[in-house]
């Protein structure tokens, strides 16, 4: 979708103000046939008007949904972030010691184990 020219309503809306002067003065001189042609003019310049309207209202609003849905993936990265981190630290500070947590458990053998490295 392109996105919407911001001052293209007015310069329709302008236009029709215009064709719609001219109408009438084409009325004041019995040029009735004219008139209506510029009557319908006027008219259609009004309706590109508030199509471009209702085009920049919806532009608006997908880029506010877009950037809601960016804010929403941002928060939730970061809680599972924190949670990650939080998690982490809660397996550092119980563990036996930090070749345990280090290892994971697998290079480490508790009945051997001095507690020397510690982790809290
Ligand atoms: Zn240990």
Do not use: N
Request: glycine content about 6%; proline content about 3%.
């Amino acid at each position: 979708m392109t996105p919407p020219f911001p001052g293209l309503r007015w310069l329709y809306a302008a236009g029709a103000v215009y064709l719609a002067v001219l109408a009438y003065i084409s009325a004041q001189h019995q040029a009735y046939g004219h008139a209506a042609a510029l009557c319908c003019t006027a008219a259609l310049l009004l309706t590109a008007a508030r199509r471009e309207t209702l085009a920049a209202r919806q532009a608006r609003a997908a880029a506010v949904r877009a950037e809601r849905a960016a804010r929403a993936q941002a928060l939730a990265d970061e809680q599972q972030f924190a949670g990650e981190y939080a998690r982490g630290w809660l397996a550092l500070h119980t563990s036996c010691c930090l070749t345990a947590w280090d290892t994971g458990g697998t290079d480490h053998d508790p009945r051997h184990c001095t507690r020397k490295d510690t982790s809290a």
